[in-house]
């Protein structure tokens, strides 16, 4: 959500060219790793946009809502510890915020990334996961696909998620950017 300090900024939004053609699924020609087994991430990096942040888990709200990271921690990034950890077999949830009230945040620029950019998912148990971005969509909220978005993957994937769309000084963002991943290697 905009908090409001620079209301003149405004997000980088994707484009219709970096969507799925279909429905969620890996890049042709795009390797897919061996899932792992479950361990807690712990640090996010995506090169492309200048993203290396720590990590913690979020829960739900009491509306059934994905609980968001502290909107005062511009560099934090959330997963949903109730569902899959990334890396593992499944779709994993992790959240961002777009800005807050002194400006930029963490996923500022994630409507800006190109399919094939890399995510790296350092994890509890050492190992990184490394995916590869698949499409990259913005939905209204009143159009936010649930089933495509937390549905379940027969393969690691990775659903990366910020405020999006256009905005209302009044009510804010009003929609989210979603970025699809799935797994390539582990190092």
Known sequence: ???????????????????????????????????????APVRIRIPSIRVDAPMMRLGLGADGSLDV????????????????????????IVAGHVDNAQGRSVFYD???????????????????AVFALDAIEVYDSDDFPDDRVYGNSPYASLRLITCGGGFSEKTGYQGNVVAYAHLTEVR
Not at 3 to 25: E, K, R, S
Not at 82 to 90: A, F, I, L, M
């Open 110 to 128: 994630l409507g800006a990334l190109q399919r094939g950019s890399t995510v790296e998912v350092v994890r509890r148990d050492g190992r990184t």
């Open 1 to 39: 959500m905009r908090h409001g300090a620079d209301t003149q900024l405004i997000p980088p939004q994707p484009t219709t060219a970096q969507a799925f053609a279909g429905g969620p699924a890996p890049l042709p020609g795009s390797p897919v790793a061996e899932p792992l087994k479950p361990s």
């Open 69 to 92: 990271p502290p909107a005062e921690d511009r560099n934090v990034v959330g997963w949903y510890g109730g569902g899959t950890p990334p890396g593992s077999k499944g779709s994993a």
